[in-house]
């Protein structure tokens, strides 16, 4: 037996059969104990040399009696074994996002009225067909406000949004700083702080940062700043249990890493495992092995993947950095491209590259290109559905680009 990413692999098993009881009981208690590491799903392959195919009555009544189940030609303990391919997981995915192209909105107004926060036009502009203002003017006009969210990304939300955050984080601010909450909870002008304080705008800003960080202080749309109070009245556990809910609830597969990086810092592995169980005993989500050659195990909804069938093939598009679901696709970012975080370029639900940029001046400037040659096309037309100049000093598969 031994541990393959987060499930226990058992070859085989050799017993006297004699024991087959207490070696039952025994072997329970030490599975049991795997879940402190939070692993609680095993395979087991064949035992005393027999195929689990050939298990007589007996002694499969008595591993069933411990948890397992057959799946195929093994045996399962705490999941199950029902593996899709990756690209129709993904393919749900990105329909349920509005990232394909037969659930994209028809502006860039009803978008932002399908995403909790946003990052940038980037982030946007991929969910609508057509982009006729940008996130700034829609800032004013829907009322958001900048600030930090669990993940530690500057984002645009409502002012609700920020609120729930501060609560999840359950934080309390500096005491020396709640004359700056005041202050912020009734104005917003940071000049006339700053000129009752008589302070200048360097050392304003250093003063804040604090509250910033932890969210108690929010960036309005008007380049002033307010603050955050907390949903009075709240159970901070609710509240963490339903901001989870609904992290879970738009991905059809993800995995306890992707979920911890998708949830944020505030979250620990072991309350997220512990949501996970919830959630898979009330049959929100099924957990065992979904996805084709990942050996790991997923936690998935199964109607979005039963409905991922009659969503027809996702267009080629690039994910930018700023999206979403950019946490989602880190360890192939890393793993296959050597980037912590860049521009994913997909053609036919695959990813076959992945980019550096700078953007400054309305600029599309690629700094560093890893992948195939073919993705260099899409790349363009990303470039050209922002309608900004592509430009790079790189060699793509040994040319010159233009």
């Known amino acids: ?126 969910r609508s067909e057509l982009y006729r203002v940008d996130l700034k003017s829609m800032a004013t006009a829907k009322q958001l406000h900048m600030g930090i969210n669990l993940r530690g990304h500057q984002v645009w939300a409502p002012l ?72 009075m009245n709240s159970d901070r556990a609710i509240l963490r249990k339903e901001y989870l809910r609904k992290i879970v609830k738009d991905y059809p597969v993800l995995t306890l890493k992707q979920f911890q990086r998708l949830s944020g810092t505030p979250f620990k592995p072991e309350e997220l495992k512990s949501v996970l169980q919830e959630f898979e005993q009330d049959g929100t989500l099924i957990k065992g092995f ?31 950095p700023s999206d979403n679901l950019s946490p989602y696709f880190s360890d192939i970012l890393r793993q296959r491209f050597g980037f912590g975080s860049a521009y994913l370029v997909f053609r036919n639900a695959e990813a076959v590259a992945a980019f550096k940029a700078n953007t400054r001046e309305k600029v599309i400037e690629v700094t560093d290109f890893v992948g195939e040659e073919s993705g260099w096309r899409i790349v363009k037309e990303f470039a050209w559905e922002h309608q900004m100049p592509l430009k790079t000093k790189l060699r793509i598969g040994g040319k010159k680009v233009r």
């Open 160 to 231: 609700d949004h920020f609120r729930e955050l501060v609560s999840i984080r359950g934080l309390e601010p500096d005491e020396d700083l709640w004359d700056v909450l005041e202050f912020f909870d009734n104005n917003s002008d940071p000049s006339l702080f700053m000129e009752r304080a008589a302070m200048k705008r360097a050392a304003f800003r250093k003063l804040i940062q604090p509250l910033l960080r932890s969210g108690h202080l929010v960036q309005d749309y008007r380049s002033g700043f307010k603050t955050v109070n907390p949903i």
């Open 1 to 126: 037996m031994y541990r393959v990413n987060d499930y226990l692999e058992i070859k085989d098993l050799h017993i006297p059969y004699a024991y087959l009881d207490e070696f039952c009981d025994a072997f329970e208690k030490l599975l049991d104990n795997w879940g402190d590491q939070l692993i609680d799903v095993a395979i087991m392959s064949a035992f005393n040399g027999e195929a689990i195919s050939e298990l007589d009555e007996t002694t499969y009544g008595a591993l069933e009696s411990i948890g397992f189940k057959k799946a195929g030609e093994r045996l399962i303990r705490g999941g199950i074994i029902d593996p899709k391919p990756r690209e129709l997981a993904e393919r749900a995915l990105f329909f349920k996002h509005h990232l394909h192209q037969s659930s994209r909105l028809e502006n860039e107004t009803q978008a932002l009225g399908t995403v909790h926060e946003i990052r940038d036009d980037f982030a946007l502009r991929g």
């Open 290 to 320: 979904l996805i084709h050659d990942l050996h790991e195990v997923c936690w998935g909804r199964k109607e979005l993947l039963e409905e991922a069938d009659g969503i027809p093939p996702i267009r080629d598009f690039v994910l930018p």
